[in-house]
Each structure stands twice: as structure tokens, then as C-alpha cells.
């Protein structure tokens, strides 16, 4: 896998900023654009700017896959608009902050056990098998855990009966990481498709390893 160590608006907290899959990168509005090219290059992908809730902090509200985006009901109807010029939408009916409490590959959602239910039901409806499940005692699963579709990295709090209910299951398998020097929160600190990962710039050698093995499976 290709890997790249950068910031995004000055901040290593890389994750937050951006959503991938294996054809589009959604980054927040001002991203210097040696960065945007960057992504372009280590994810092979398009990138494109865009808000949500009028906010940067793209993946606190949202998730995305390879088929679309999954929005919350108060995204503005212009960052809508701007997004489905890219990749098909679902807005999801919340009050709460979408993209913390649930983390998505095409298969499935790993959801928290505090996302309201017609929530998930929309998910489910949508084709999306559902396992709710708390990780390392916080429901922060969208900060918790990044999934591919063959791959995982989680939280290394996570235990070990987390981590085999995802690999059963998803059918998958991953490992636990760290990001920028210590942050168990690894999906903050990483945007990553199946040809690489963009990680923060605090993120060292050793947890480069650990999130590389991590995504290969």
C-alpha cells in the first residue's frame, strides 16, 4: 500500500477532515492543494471540497463507502447538491452526529449502541448489515474503527471479544493501531481505500507498521 504523512487545515488529525473510497476523496473546503494532490496520488482517487453542517469536520457528521455517501438529515441542501454531482447520497433522518457513532465498507455498518433506531433502520434498508457493538467502552465507533472491505483497524482498547465479533462477523481480518504518537482514536489520524493511507504527521514508524498490517489484512 502507498502511505503518505501529512496535515490537512494544520492539524495531523488527518481523519477528520476527509472521506474516501476507492474513487473519491471528499476533503474539507480549504485544503492546500500540494495536499489534495497528494491524496490524488497515494489513494488514486478524485478529490473533491465540500462542508457538512457547514463544518470541516467531514467524518464527525458523515461516512462513505464505494456505492455512497451516508448524510445526515441537517447537511446543508447545497453541500447535498455538491456532493451528488460525485457519488449518490442517503440522507440519513438525525439529530445526532452521524459519522461518530457508526463506521461503514460495503457490506456493513458497525454501529454504536446509542445510534437511535430509525437510524439504523435506514441503514438495514438500505442494504447494510448491522452489527451494533460498543468499542473499548466508548461509542465513539466512527473514531474507534476504519473498515475496508477485506480489512480493519480499531481502537487498541478494543477487547478481544470486539474484535472477533467484527472479524466473524464481517468476515474480515485486521489489527489494532495507534496513530500520531499514542491516539487510540486511529480513525481520526488516517483516511484509507484499498491502495494506500493518508496518516498525521505525528503518526511514527512503529504505528506506520502497525496500520499498514492492520489494512492488509
Wanted: glycine content about 8%.
Amino acid at each position: 500500500m502507498k502511505v503518505s504523512k501529512t496535515r490537512i487545515l494544520g492539524s495531523s488529525y488527518v481523519g477528520l477532515f476527509g472521506l474516501t473510497n476507492n474513487e473519491l476523496c471528499i476533503v474539507a473546503r480549504g485544503t492546500d492543494a500540494k495536499v489534495k494532490k497528494d491524496i490524488e496520488e497515494v489513494l488514486d482517487v478524485k478529490t473533491i471540497e465540500a462542508g457538512i453542517y457547514d463544518s470541516n469536520l467531514l467524518a464527525v457528521f458523515a461516512k462513505m463507502n464505494n456505492k455512497e455517501v451516508y448524510l445526515p438529515s441537517y447537511a446543508l441542501g447545497r453541500e447535498i447538491e455538491a456532493i451528488e454531482k460525485e457519488i449518490k447520497v442517503k440522507i440519513i433522518q438525525t439529530e445526532q452526529a452521524l459519522g461518530n457513532l457508526l463506521e461503514v465498507n460495503d457490506t456493513h455498518a458497525v454501529v454504536s449502541k446509542t445510534l437511535q433506531a430509525q437510524s439504523i433502520e435506514a441503514l438495514q434498508s438500505n442494504g447494510l448489515k448491522i452489527l451494533q457493538e460498543n468499542i473499548a467502552q466508548t461509542d465513539a465507533i466512527g473514531s474507534s474503527l476504519l473498515l475496508l472491505n477485506n480489512s480493519f483497524v480499531i481502537n487498541p482498547n478494543a477487547t478481544e471479544e470486539e474484535v472477533k465479533k467484527i472479524q466473524e462477523t464481517l468476515n474480515i481480518r485486521g489489527g489494532s493501531a495507534t496513530a500520531n504518537t499514542g491516539d487510540s482514536f486511529v480513525r481520526n489520524s488516517v483516511i484509507a481505500n484499498e491502495k494506500g493511507f493518508i496518516v498525521g504527521d505525528q503518526t511514527t514508524g512503529h504505528e506506520l507498521n502497525r496500520i499498514e498490517e492492520a489494512l492488509e489484512g
